[in-house]
Each structure stands twice: as structure tokens, then as C-alpha cells.
Nanobody, 124 residues
Framework: QVQLVESGGGLVQAGGSLRLSCVASGRTFSRYFMGWFRQAPGQEREFVAGMPWSGGITYSADSVKGRFTISRDNAKNTVYLQMDSLKPEDTAVYYC?????????????????WGQGTQVTVSS
């Protein structure tokens, strides 16, 4: 049974930082592409960042480029999203997701597994 469990969300002031973690279990993810998405109230869930579990090129949405960084720790079966220079518009529930295959994807419908989400709130 595949499980993705996010943590690390919280309340932070604008300009601050948070690091989200996603612990993956239930199978070997070496052939998966891992993504972070977010969903603000009344908005569609949108792609934030992604990378192949095996490593290599990372991908980021234009809105977070230069501020957010995705990485993973194989030994801990964990994917991270380091978020710096946070803005109030980054406020959302952040989700970790996995899709089989290492082709990058930004459409939420292409992902097979999802975590439960973690709330990030950025105050001005």
C-alpha cells in the first residue's frame, strides 16, 4: 500500500522559510516522478515543483522559481520542498504526489498517488 505523508507546514511571516517533507512508503519509488502541488481556497490544484526520484533535472513553476527547491533523500525515502522568501500568495495546502515513470508531469490528473496535504500560511 503506497503512502505519502507530508509534514512541515505551518504559519510563517512573509519573507520567511519552511521546509516540507514527504515520506514515501509501500513500494520502490526509483522509477517514479515526484511532484509537489498546492491548492489555495477556491482555486485549482497547481503544480509547484517536481523531480525524478532517481535524481536529475528538477522542475519548478514560474511562480516559485528561484525561491522553492525540491530535493530527495534516498536513505530516508523522503522528498523535500524548501521554500524561501515566502509570500502571502504562497498560502495553500501543499500536497506530495507520485506518478509512475520518470517523465515529468505538471497535470494533477497524471499522478497516481497523493498525500493528505499540509497547510502553509504566510502572513503579510
Amino acid at each position: 500500500q503506497v503512502q505519502l505523508v507530508e509534514s512541515g507546514g505551518g504559519l510563517v511571516q512573509a519573507g520567511g522559510s519552511l521546509r516540507l517533507s514527504c515520506v514515501a512508503s509501500g513500494r520502490t519509488f526509483s522509477r517514479y516522478f515526484m511532484g509537489w502541488f498546492r491548492q489555495a481556497p477556491g482555486q485549482e490544484r497547481e503544480f509547484v515543483a517536481g523531480m525524478p526520484w532517481s535524481g536529475g533535472i528538477t522542475y519548478s513553476a514560474d511562480s516559485v522559481k528561484g525561491r522553492f527547491t525540491i530535493s530527495r533523500d534516498n536513505a530516508k525515502n523522503t522528498v523535500y520542498l524548501q521554500m524561501d522568501s515566502l509570500k502571502p500568495e504562497d498560502t495553500a495546502v501543499y500536497y506530495c504526489a507520485a506518478r509512475e515513470g520518470q517523465v515529468p508531469g505538471t497535470r494533477k490528473s497524471s499522478y497516481d498517488y497523493w498525500g493528505q496535504g499540509t497547510q502553509v500560511t504566510v502572513s503579510s
